[in-house]
């Protein structure tokens, strides 16, 4: 009992104490203190520390999304504790530090200290907007001889990895064009869906010189920030796809997208009414994406500057000035199209693809393509606008040998001699596209050997239509030759009897003229 009394007497002995110091020393003061000590620890310690904040006021930190996707890519390796996320559209999980746990890293030989801090928040007043019930956030302690070193550039170099693994993370998507120009929920043009073509440039069928030629021009794009803003250009290129049908021009800008991982924006021409509207489109297109232009021959009349130059002076003004008013809806050119509603003009189209508007945003592709390259106004094929044309050709024999690879898993030594030996001699002859040369792969992909054997039948098949045809275009020109022979032949006889006439003619006259004297 004795106990219990000296054990009451002594909490209230504190409490009193307690009472006098808060008395004493009011929480202003203590606080005042506490900072002091904080300082002077400061002041003797060799490290300085950094809070990066989950929410900044009621904002998201971009900072903080950096750090945590950043640090995924080390935490991976070397965290002992981890944490798995999996973001939206995206097919890959990531890893992410754990609560309250540490991890080092090094930049430019210097070594850094991540914390990643969580705290209940306290109870909250009103909002407008709830906040987690979490307090997160990371916390840099960098060594105070480092900081001016490192500080600025380490934060860039964490937000520059941080999208470039955002990238690679994300699935690509494909943008199309809203129908007459409507807007979608939120009030964007361009509708989008999940891009999961699988075309890489190890199975496109091309000649490997010219893959790699594509391959290094597009590295040269994507790492040339820094000479594009040296020379003063709009950080875009524009590149032309020509040929036949079925020769992989879709395939090509698959490729080029997954190997950049770029979104597409497919622009459908025929629901575009105004230049104004094409612009708006352009303004709502993301940086680092492909812009399409498919069958631009076929989207729009682009020739109306050609027909226009056989008449008269003034329509001839009118169409140097008015630069050729294209129409919609088809393969279709001078009054054939003259039906449609669209007015967009070739100099809008050329000011969307390297005018003013074209700057708007960067790191970012236009991709025309055509079957019918002839029929493009010149115009839109020069430096600056179609930068580099590629002609997707017929089926070669380094094409046929990757397409054998891709379907039949065939190595150029798996195949016999004179198999192999045949099929160089009738490839290029036949002229026949990748998409037809896969097609009789595909449908005698269970037996190699037949599949063999059948595309070597349909390609002397088409080389001997090929030739029947040359034979019979080379007959039709001789014919057509000597039609015109002939019918310059009577008239050289015409001309020549006029002229015998008028000599007949003078000489009468002077003949008259001397009876006269």
Wanted: net charge negative; glycine share 8%; with cysteine.
């Amino acid at each position: 009992m004795e106990y219990w009394t000296s054990l009451a007497s002594l909490l209230g002995v504190l409490a009193f104490c307690q009472t006098l110091l808060q008395l004493v020393f009011p929480p202003e003061l203590r606080f005042a203190a506490f900072k002091l000590l904080n300082r002077i620890s400061n002041w003797f310690s060799s490290y300085c520390y950094f809070d990066i904040t989950e929410i900044d006021g009621v904002n998201t930190n971009e900072l903080y999304n950096a750090v945590q996707l950043y640090l995924s890519s080390s935490v991976s390796i070397t965290g002992s504790r981890l944490s798995l996320t999996r973001a939206l559209n995206s097919s890959a999980i990531t890893f992410g530090l754990s609560n309250n746990d540490c991890i080092v890293d090094t930049y430019n030989g210097v070594t850094v200290i991540w914390e990643h801090v969580v705290t209940q928040r306290q109870s909250q007043t009103f909002s407008w907007r709830p906040l987690p019930e979490e307090k997160r956030g990371f916390t840099l302690r960098i060594k105070k001889r480092d900081k001016k070193l490192i500080l600025d550039s380490y934060l860039d170099y964490i937000m520059e990895k941080a999208n470039e693994m955002r990238r690679k993370n994300q699935d690509r998507l494909l943008y199309t064009n809203s129908r007459g120009g409507s807007l979608d929920s939120r009030g964007h043009p361009w509708e989008s869906v999940p891009f999961k073509h699988p075309s890489t440039f190890e199975t496109l069928a091309m000649d490997p010189a010219k893959k790699g030629e594509i391959l290094k021009d597009l590295v040269d794009f994507a790492n040339g920030q820094g000479f594009y803003q040296k020379t003063g250009r709009a950080w875009k290129r524009g590149y032309l796809l020509y040929g036949p049908p079925g020769t992989g021009k879709s395939s090509m800008i698959a490729a080029m997208a997954n190997y950049l991982g770029y979104d597409i924006y497919d622009l459908e021409l025929t629901e575009v009414h105004t230049n104004s509207e094409l612009r708006k489109l352009l303004m709502k297109t993301s940086s680092k994406s492909i812009i399409v232009i498919e069958d631009i021959d076929c989207s729009l009349s682009l020739t109306s500057r050609k027909n226009n130059t056989n008449g008269t002076n003034s329509t001839a003004r009118s169409s140097y000035y008015d630069v050729g008013e294209m129409r919609g809806g088809g393969c279709v050119s001078g009054e054939d199209g003259a039906g449609g509603n669209n007015t967009i003009t070739l100099s809008g189209l050329l000011n969307f693809t390297d005018g003013l508007w074209s700057c708007c945003g960067s790191e970012r592709i236009f991709v025309f393509t055509t079957n019918h390259i002839e029929k493009l106004d010149p115009a839109l094929l020069r430096s600056g606008r179609m930068d580099m044309h590629i002609y997707m050709s017929y089926c070669s024999f380094p094409s046929l040998k990757i397409l054998l690879k891709n379907y039949l898993g065939m190595e150029e030594g798996d195949l016999d001699g004179v198999m192999l030996k045949e099929l160089e001699d009738v490839v290029e002859k036949a002229e026949m596209t990748p998409a037809d040369v896969s097609e009789v792969l595909i449908k005698n992909r269970t037996d190699k050997e037949k599949a063999v054997r059948e595309l070597l039948e349909a390609l002397k098949v088409r080389r001997a239509k090929n030739v029947g045809l040359r034979e019979k275009n080379a007959d039709d020109v001789e014919e057509e030759e000597q039609e015109k022979r002939a019918l310059e032949s009577p008239k050289e006889g015409c001309e020549f009897q006029e002229e015998s006439c008028k000599e007949g003619k003078g000489n009468d006259e002077k003949d008259d003229v001397t009876i006269e004297k």
